[in-house]
Antibody, heavy 119, light 105 residues
C-alpha cells in the first residue's frame, strides 16, 4: 500500500524558515511526480509545488515562488519542502501527494502536517 | 488557468441525482480531476482525466466533459456522499483547484 507521512510542521514566526518532509513507501518513489498541496483553515485546496521523478523539473505556485523550494531524495524515498520567509498567509495544513495515472493528478495523499505562522 | 465550480454549495436528498460543474478559463483538454474531501480527512481522487473512475470509487459517480466545461454527477445520492468536492486541472502548472462545492445530504 502507498503510504505518505508528512512531518516538520509547527508554530513558526513570520519571516522564519521551516522544512517539511514526506516519507514515502509502497511504490517506486523515483518513478512519480510528487507534489505539495496546502489547505488553510476552513478554506479550499491550493496547489503549492510539484517535482518530477528525477528531480530535474520543479514547478511552483506564484504565491510561493522564490520563497519555497521543493526537492527529493530518491535514495531515501523522501520529499521535501523548504519554506523561507514565511508569512501569516502560509498558515495551512500541508499535504504531500503522489501523482496518479496522469500528470498532476494527485492519486495518493498523506494526512498532512500543520504549519502555523504567527508571532 | 482559473477553475470555477458551481454551485458553491447544495443540499440534496438521498436518492437524488446531483451535478456539479467546473469551468476552466482556457482549454485543458481532458486534464481534469475530481476530488472528494470529508471533514478532517485528506482529499480522495474520485475521477481523473475527466471521466476515468478511480479504483474503489462507487459507480454512482461519473464525470464528463472536455475543453473548458466539465461535470461531476452522482446518480443516486447516498448519506456518505456528504463532503466537499473539488475539481482540479492537471493540464499545466499552476495546477489550480476549483473553490469547492459543499454537498449536504
Amino acid at each position: 500500500d502507498v503510504q505518505l507521512l508528512e512531518t516538520g510542521g509547527g508554530l513558526v514566526q513570520p519571516g522564519e524558515s521551516r522544512r517539511l518532509s514526506c516519507a514515502a513507501s509502497g511504490f517506486t518513489f523515483s518513478s512519480y511526480v510528487m507534489s505539495w498541496v496546502r489547505q488553510a483553515p476552513g478554506k479550499g485546496l491550493e496547489w503549492v509545488s510539484s517535482i518530477s521523478g528525477s528531480g530535474g523539473s520543479t514547478y511552483y505556485a506564484d504565491s510561493v515562488k522564490g520563497r519555497f523550494t521543493i526537492s527529493r531524495d530518491n535514495s531515501q524515498n523522501t520529499l521535501y519542502l523548504q519554506m523561507n520567509s514565511l508569512r501569516a498567509e502560509d498558515t495551512a495544513l500541508y499535504y504531500c501527494a503522489k501523482d496518479g495515472p496522469l500528470r498532476f493528478s494527485f492519486q495518493n495523499w498523506g494526512q498532512g502536517t500543520l504549519v502555523i505562522v504567527s508571532s | 488557468i482559473q477553475m470555477t465550480q458551481s454551485p458553491s454549495s447544495l443540499s440534496a436528498s438521498v436518492g437524488d441525482r446531483v451535478t456539479i460543474t467546473c469551468r476552466a478559463t482556457e482549454t485543458i483538454s481532458s486534464y481534469l480531476n475530481w476530488f472528494q474531501q470529508k471533514p478532517g480527512k485528506a482529499p480522495r481522487l474520485l475521477i481523473s482525466a475527466a471521466s476515468i473512475l478511480q479504483r474503489g470509487v462507487p459507480s454512482r459517480f461519473s464525470g464528463s466533459g472536455s475543453g473548458t466545461d466539465f461535470t461531476l454527477t452522482i446518480s443516486s445520492l447516498q448519506p456518505e456522499d456528504s463532503a466537499t468536492y473539488y475539481c482540479q486541472q492537471g493540464y499545466s502548472p499552476p495546477c489550480t483547484f476549483g473553490q469547492g462545492t459543499k454537498l449536504e445530504i
